[in-house]
């Protein structure tokens, strides 16, 4: 019994390509650094990463730079604590900026923009992406079973064999 067609299997591998966010890994980083600072918001990627984008070897502004300096690595929340609480003992002015609201790379450009996720994006975490209702009423779709064949006639078998066509089992 096939669960899923090919086609919904297709739609379902389309969906979830379209609808993910560049940012995997290091996703939830914003949301610790909230939870580790005290934070009133989410900040943004681009405290990280230039202009927001992201992946592996992108952290280029000089509040990421100072992180890995201090021991931060991609996809561990460990040596994300770590390097958060190694600029809090220094007094760092990153520190600072951000619970003032305020870029830690560029203070003087005003607040913060806040975190956004995926490419449908939504600010913060809590909220449900449109695109997941979209991804999850193709889900329902392909699951749905197809009501079933009417009851076969007993020379149906033998009607098919004069035509030349297979049998059906």
Request: with cysteine; aromatic share 6%.
């Amino acid at each position: 019994m096939r669960l899923v067609s090919a086609g919904a299997a297709f739609c379902l591998l389309l969906a979830a390509l379209l609808l993910s966010g560049p940012a995997v890994a290091s996703s939830n980083y914003p949301v610790e650094i909230q939870k580790q600072l005290s934070l009133s918001y989410t900040p943004a990627c681009a405290i990280c990463h230039a202009g927001g984008v992201t992946g592996y070897g992108t952290v280029t502004t000089p509040f990421g730079q100072a992180m890995r300096a201090r021991g931060l690595v991609c996809c561990d929340i460990a040596s994300l604590d770590t390097a958060l609480a190694a600029l809090e003992a220094e007094e760092s002015p990153y520190i600072t900026y951000l619970e003032q609201g305020l870029d830690p790379n560029n203070p003087g450009a005003g607040a913060v923009p806040p975190a956004t996720y995926g490419c449908l994006a939504v600010t913060g975490p809590g909220r449900v992406a449109p695109g997941f209702a979209v991804l999850a009423l193709l889900a329902l779709r392909a699951g749905r079973r197809r009501s079933p064949s009417p009851p076969r006639t007993p020379g149906r078998k033998h009607a098919f064999k004069r035509r030349g066509w297979p049998a059906r089992s």
